[in-house]
Every structure is written in structure tokens, then in C-alpha cells.
């Protein structure tokens, strides 16, 4: 008996750390684990951040505001950067909208602390971005185990 779990991707600006939750997620932990119908969905602010997340094995994506918004209610997990949460972050590209979608939502959400967005979070480690990428799949495992 498997897990039906749906994953929620946002990302913006090129893409580039969207696709490797992605590829992470497709590599570590879906193909190693096959613990049942996991569904991931990217969604971008632009064209090219989709474009990238689809190539690196999203079963779904989307463009734009409304895109997120709708994904969000959706979702049972949400990854992103921590810049998702915060208005005008990714150069403009997160908008009042967005914010109150992925805030609103009863997702899970697992964001990655980064500092181009002008945010600190105290009693984080300054690390390597692939670190961060790379506990995301520990933090399912735990968070389903802890449900299940």
C-alpha cells in the first residue's frame, strides 16, 4: 500500500533550483523509495522557470499567478525558496497573490532559506544550496512517517 502524495514546485527567475528539487526528488527519493502515486507539479512565474522544472521530470506544469494560486490549494506538500513567502521577492516575480496562496494553503510547506532575498532566518547554517536541496527528502520520509 502506497502513499498518494501531491507536490507542488515554485519557482521563478531561470528556474535553475527548482529543477534540482526535481531532479532530487526524482533520483533520491521517488525512484529510491517507490512508495506509491507521487504527482509532482511545477509551477513557474515565467515561461523558462516551467520549461526547466519540466525537463528535469515534473509530471505537470504551469505559468504564472493563477497557476500558483490554483496549484496551491492542491497541493499536500509545497517546495520552494523561502522568497516564495515574501511580496515583490525573485526581482518582482512574487506577487501579493502568490504570497497569500502559498501561506493560505494547508500544504506543507519546505522552504529553502537563501539570501538574495534580502531575509535572514536566524539560527539557520549558511550552506551550500545542494545541502539544503538534498534534506528534502529526509524531511518526507519524516513527515510521512510521522502521519502514517
Do not use: W
Not at 2 to 30: F, T
Amino acid at each position: 500500500m502506497g502513499i498518494n502524495m501531491n507536490i507542488l514546485v515554485i519557482d521563478g527567475m531561470g528556474g535553475g533550483i527548482g529543477k534540482a528539487v526535481i531532479e532530487h526528488l526524482r533520483s533520491e527519493y521517488i525512484n529510491a523509495n517507490n512508495r506509491g502515486n507521487i504527482t509532482i507539479t511545477a509551477t513557474g512565474t515565467n515561461s523558462l522557470a516551467t520549461a526547466a522544472m519540466l525537463k528535469a521530470g515534473a509530471n505537470y506544469g504551469a505559468t504564472g499567478e493563477n497557476a500558483i494560486a490554483y496549484n496551491c490549494s492542491k497541493a499536500d506538500f509545497i517546495i520552494g525558496v523561502i522568497g516564495i513567502m515574501m511580496v515583490n521577492s525573485m526581482h518582482g516575480e512574487i506577487s501579493p497573490r502568490i504570497v497569500e496562496a502559498v501561506s493560505g494553503s494547508g500544504a506543507h510547506k519546505l522552504l529553502i532559506p537563501i539570501d538574495k532575498c534580502n531575509l535572514t532566518v536566524m539560527g539557520v547554517a549558511e550552506r551550500p544550496m545542494q545541502t539544503y536541496i538534498a534534506e528534502i527528502s529526509k524531511t518526507l520520509n519524516k513527515i510521512m512517517n510521522d502521519k502514517g
